[in-house]
């Protein structure tokens, strides 16, 4: 499995990157949590970002999508540019359009049917009729596996079913690129691999993904190349067997040995 | 004292009438009030939590001055004082529903502030990250949770409001309390003419909480 994605993306790296940050800095007053990050990713590549809590793990895919501002350097997403400062005008709608993301809470929307949760965005976003993104909704969630609740509301459901509705609600968009904020931090342990069966899942269909995880495991065998993030600096990256196997960074490797202890 | 005084239910009962015909007015000034008041509301509400400073500034200026003032304060100042600027007099009903909709509208903009700031940063978030504009993120997604969690304070104001309006018989209005005044100026039946004007606030009241009881109940069905 690990192989045929490898491959995909290798035979894929030749084209334009779905996204490239050249030189992005981000200040939080005094603290610099983005230090000239360079990042390209090809279309169909997994790449999942590690690093302690406070890294800059999280801030950096949140930029992808112009969730954070950053205030030097500039990111392309899908041939569109973000400028720093959020002075990036309409190009930020069109990048979080073709952009889906999954977040740590789950962010459904409390108020809708784990239905008109899914139909909500591909309907005032891509005026699609109700009858289209219906369907689609169903097929979707069918696909995560809990068709059966999608006229349930999101506080009814079990954190892993809400996270796989939050999945199939940014699928929805038919985005080009996914971000993962560590999808399965706040789930209870008995939940996570469905999840992460359903991400995997993704992940072999070809989707180009950004996942930041804890999942040390999922990490190994879904990516095609693993980043490590240590103060707000990409400090190393390779293949997965590389980085955790052979980290040649003094940072990667204590941070390894705390994390892979458990 | 006179101890051996009784109440008088024939007196409480013939004052009924009497005292309907201000209900109306009550309800007018009240309803009236309160739907100008929760479009001001709305409206100072949101511009007060804009990241634009110029915005923010006349809505917090606009909230402190009527939130900080007695309504009766702000009826006499309406009723007789703004005519000296306006050069013509102001009728004592329009003057009464502006009264309520100014200080309830300064109230409901707080109501609305902590509504709309109440819902977690995350829900703004997942709706920008699908697409949404921020308008669009707004209108599905953070106002009808937020006014879901506005209906008890709102319903709150509006039974404060209510009441309010009896301080308006001051300029005339002919609203329950003046009718009463009015009745027992003739009859002197303080005692039961007011038992029976505080029971017919009771019943406005005790309508609106009931009623509002039954939208929450049906609104959070769902959750």
Redesign the interface.
């Known amino acids: 499995m690990n192989e045929t994605t490898n491959t995909a993306s290798r035979q894929t790296g030749e084209r334009e990157p779905i996204v490239r940050m050249d030189k992005v800095n981000k200040h939080f007053g005094k603290l610099h949590v983005m230090q000239d990050i360079d990042l390209e990713v090809a279309p169909g590549e997994v790449v999942v970002i590690i690093g302690a809590s406070g890294s800059g793990k999280s801030t950096l895919i949140r930029c992808v999508n112009g969730l954070e501002e950053f205030q030097g350097g500039r990111i392309v997403v899908d041939g569109n540019e973000l400028l720093p400062n959020g002075k990036s005008g309409k190009s930020l709608q069109t990048i979080r359009t073709e952009v889906g993301m999954v977040f740590q809470q789950f962010n459904l929307f409390p108020h809708l049917s784990v239905l008109d949760n899914v139909t909500l965005a591909p309907m005032k976003v891509r005026n699609w009729p109700r009858d289209k993104a219906l369907e689609t909704a169903r097929k979707l969630l069918a696909r995560v596996g809990i068709e059966d609740q999608a006229d349930k509301y999101p506080g009814q459901l079990s954190g892993g079913q809400q996270q796989r509705v939050a999945l199939a609600r940014a699928l929805a968009m038919g985005p080009r690129l996914m971000l993962f904020d560590e999808p399965t931090s706040a789930l209870d342990p008995e939940m996570i691999g469905e999840v992460l069966d359903a991400m995997r899942e993704l992940a072999n269909e070809g989707m180009t993904m950004m996942i930041v995880t804890h999942e040390m495991g999922f990490a190994r065998e879904v990516a095609d190349r693993v980043i490590f993030v240590h103060g707000g600096r990409i400090v190393e990256q390779g293949p997965p067997e590389e980085v955790f196997d052979h980290p040649r960074h003094e940072r990667t490797q204590s941070f390894l040995s705390r994390v892979l202890k458990h | 004292m006179d101890v051996t005084f009784q109440f008088d239910w024939q007196a409480a009962i013939d004052s009924i009438p009497y005292l309907l015909e201000g209900i109306p007015w009550t309800l007018l000034i009240s309803f009236g009030g309160l739907a100008i008041g929760f479009v001001i509301g709305i409206v100072f509400g949101l511009l007060r939590i804009s990241p634009i400073t110029f915005l923010r500034w006349p809505a917090i200026a606009y909230i402190e001055v009527f939130r900080g003032t007695p309504v009766l304060v702000q009826v006499l100042f309406i009723f007789y004082g703004l005519p000296q600027i306006l050069g013509g007099p102001i009728n004592a009903l329009t003057a009464g529903i502006a009264a309520i909709a100014l200080n309830s509208g300064a109230y409901i903009s707080e109501i609305v502030r902590g509504g709309v700031q109440s819902i977690?940063k995350?829900?703004r978030?997942?709706?920008?990250?699908?697409?949404?504009?921020r308008t669009?993120a707004f209108r599905?997604?953070i106002w009808?949770?937020a006014f879901?969690r506005m209906i008890p304070a709102l319903g709150n104001q509006g039974i404060v409001s209510i009441k309010d309006t009896s301080l308006f018989s001051v300029i005339g209005v002919g609203e329950l309390v003046r009718q009463g005044q009015i009745y027992i100026a003739t009859t002197f039946t303080a005692l039961e003419v007011y038992f029976m004007v505080a029971m017919m606030y009771l019943v406005i009241t005790l309508s609106l909480s009931f009623a509002l009881r039954q939208i929450e109940r049906r609104g959070l069905a769902?959750?």
Not at chain 2, 125 to 133: F, K, N
């Open positions: 977690e995350g829900q978030e997942a709706g920008l990250s699908l697409g949404l504009s669009q599905y997604i009808p949770q879901r769902g959750q």
